[in-house]
């Protein structure tokens, strides 16, 4: 069960090379516990892991790393309007989204196609195309990595924000999700706010999209904009996209006319990070092995051997440039490790 010395490279989709002291791929809540009340195990340094798709390595981990692979999806309740489902932490998130895509499940439908895990999903309250995991969310369950208590996190709990939460923030590494349930609706509700897919839909005359018109366009729209992490290194959007204030915002506009922006409920203004890179001159840029995709600025590859601190250095002066630039810090939403 426990393996020493394990390599990484299969474990992460950047596909860096790193070693963990300690690795164990658990897929019980029983198998959990036992491992995490071992003396010896409590000890040590913990990371937790789904698919690696979040995640860059830039050395060896000192301690223990676990696998939750508990996978299976069962609905717990349902009436007319709506359903309650729940997932084990090693189901593959778009195993889950197609499941509900092909019961008529509304909800998760715009987040299609994102690798990873159902565990990992509430860790950066995981967004595309103008649905966030926090829409649908009910509850968790999980176990404290230290003390090996159970605890049941309702929506309230989780403090979900824009790519967080409280397991990014306090419980980072210190919380262990084995379950998490989402309230989807049984009713039609399409969600076609987003400029791309709205785009996309109204190219295809589609005016009244099923669940799975949607499901399909944002998976095609992801093809073309993504690289595939199977045979480019990557772990999607490196940084978050920067929230400034309107004032900021105004200058900004001022000097450049085409700053692409979001809007967002508080009185900030959400910047494209891509559009900051891309201004910056590093869309498309590499060195050695490791570069920015040609097709998406945002998105930072392994095109070979690269190492996750060669990949990190990369990241870190596209940083020091956007500063520069722009007067705005760009913040990592990869978890570097
Ligand atoms: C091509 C590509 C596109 C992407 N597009 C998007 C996107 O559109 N939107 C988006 O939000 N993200 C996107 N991502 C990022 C990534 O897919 C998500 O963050 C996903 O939720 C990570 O899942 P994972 O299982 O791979 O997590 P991992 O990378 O293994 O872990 C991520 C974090 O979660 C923690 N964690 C994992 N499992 C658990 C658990 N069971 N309990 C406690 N902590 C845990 C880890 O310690 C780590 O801090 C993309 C990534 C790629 C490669």
Same mark, same amino acid.
């Not at 987003?194 to 005359?205: A, D, G, P, R, V």
């Not at 596209?318 to 630039?325: A, D, F, L, N, R």
């Given at each position: 069960?426990?393996?020493?010395?394990?390599?990484?490279?299969?474990?992460?989709?950047?596909?860096?090379?790193?070693?963990?002291?300690?690795?164990?791929?658990?897929?019980?809540?029983?198998?959990?516990?036992?491992?995490?009340?071992?003396?010896?195990?409590?000890?040590?340094?913990?990371?937790?892991?789904?698919?690696?798709?979040?995640?860059?390595?830039?050395?060896?981990?000192?301690? +223990?790393?676990?696998?939750? !692979?508990?996978?299976? =999806?069962?609905?717990?309740?349902?009436? %007319?309007? /709506?359903?309650?489902? @729940?997932?084990?932490?090693?189901?593959?998130?778009?195993?889950?989204?197609?499941?509900?895509?092909?019961?008529?499940?509304?909800?998760?439908?715009?987040?299609?196609?994102?690798?990873?895990?159902?565990?990992?999903?509430?860790?950066?309250?995981?967004?595309?195309?103008?649905?966030?995991?926090?829409?649908?969310?009910?509850?968790?369950?999980?176990?404290?990595?230290?003390?090996?208590?159970?605890?049941?996190?309702?929506?309230?709990?989780?403090?979900?924000?824009?790519?967080?939460?409280?397991?990014?923030?306090?419980?980072?590494?210190?919380?262990?999700?084995?379950?998490?349930?989402?309230?989807?609706?049984?009713?039609?509700?399409?969600?076609?706010?987003?400029?791309? +897919?709205?785009?996309?839909? !109204?190219?295809?005359? =589609?005016?009244?999209?099923?669940?799975? %018109?949607? /499901?399909?366009?944002? @998976?095609?729209?992801?093809?073309?904009?993504?690289?595939?992490?199977?045979?480019?290194?990557?772990?999607?959007?490196?940084?978050?996209?920067?929230?400034?204030?309107?004032?900021?915002?105004?200058?900004?506009?001022?000097?450049?006319?085409?700053?692409?922006?979001?809007?967002?409920?508080?009185?900030?203004?959400?910047?494209?990070?891509?559009?900051?890179?891309?201004?910056?001159?590093?869309?498309?840029?590499?060195?050695?092995?490791?570069?920015?995709?040609?097709?998406?600025?945002?998105?930072?590859?392994?095109?070979?051997?690269?190492?996750?601190?060669?990949?990190?250095?990369?990241?870190?002066?596209?940083?020091?440039?956007?500063?520069?630039?722009?007067?705005?810090? +760009?913040?990592?939403?990869?978890?570097?490790?």
């Amino acid at each position: 069960m426990l393996t020493q010395n394990q390599s990484l490279k299969n474990l992460n989709t950047f596909g860096v090379e790193a070693k963990a002291k300690l690795f164990a791929e658990l897929f019980s809540e029983e198998e959990l516990a036992e491992l995490l009340c071992d003396g010896k195990i409590m000890l040590e340094k913990k990371l937790i892991i789904g698919g690696g798709s979040n995640i860059l390595f830039t050395k060896d981990f000192d301690g +223990l790393i676990i696998k939750v !692979s508990r996978s299976a =999806i069962n609905i717990l309740e349902e009436n %007319d309007e /709506s359903v309650l489902i @729940e997932a084990g932490a090693g189901v593959i998130w778009d195993e889950l989204v197609k499941f509900c895509v092909e019961r008529n499940f509304w909800g998760i439908e715009n987040l299609t196609f994102i690798p990873g895990t159902v565990g990992a999903a509430p860790i950066q309250n995981i967004g595309a195309y103008g649905q966030e995991l926090s829409d649908t969310f009910y509850s968790l369950d999980g176990v404290y990595a230290e003390t090996c208590e159970k605890k049941t996190f309702r929506k309230s709990d989780c403090r979900f924000s824009y790519r967080s939460s409280i397991f990014k923030q306090e419980l980072k590494n210190k919380f262990i999700i084995t379950s998490v349930r989402l309230k989807l609706s049984k009713i039609q509700k399409p969600n076609t706010g987003y400029k791309t +897919l709205q785009e996309y839909l !109204s190219k295809k005359e =589609i005016t009244n999209p099923t669940i799975t %018109d949607i /499901s399909k366009a944002v @998976e095609e729209i992801r093809r073309q904009r993504l690289p595939d992490p199977t045979k480019v290194g990557n772990a999607g959007s490196f940084f978050k996209n920067p929230e400034v204030s309107k004032d900021t915002f105004i200058k900004l506009k001022s000097e450049f006319v085409d700053v692409i922006s979001f809007e967002t409920d508080s009185e900030k203004v959400k910047i494209s990070a891509g559009w900051l890179i891309e201004k910056s001159g590093w869309k498309g840029k590499r060195a050695g092995d490791v570069g920015t995709s040609p097709d998406h600025a945002l998105v930072i590859c392994n095109f070979g051997t690269a190492t996750g601190a060669e990949i990190l250095e990369f990241a870190m002066l596209i940083k020091e440039e956007v500063t520069k630039k722009f007067g705005i810090t +760009l913040e990592e939403e990869v978890n570097i490790l």
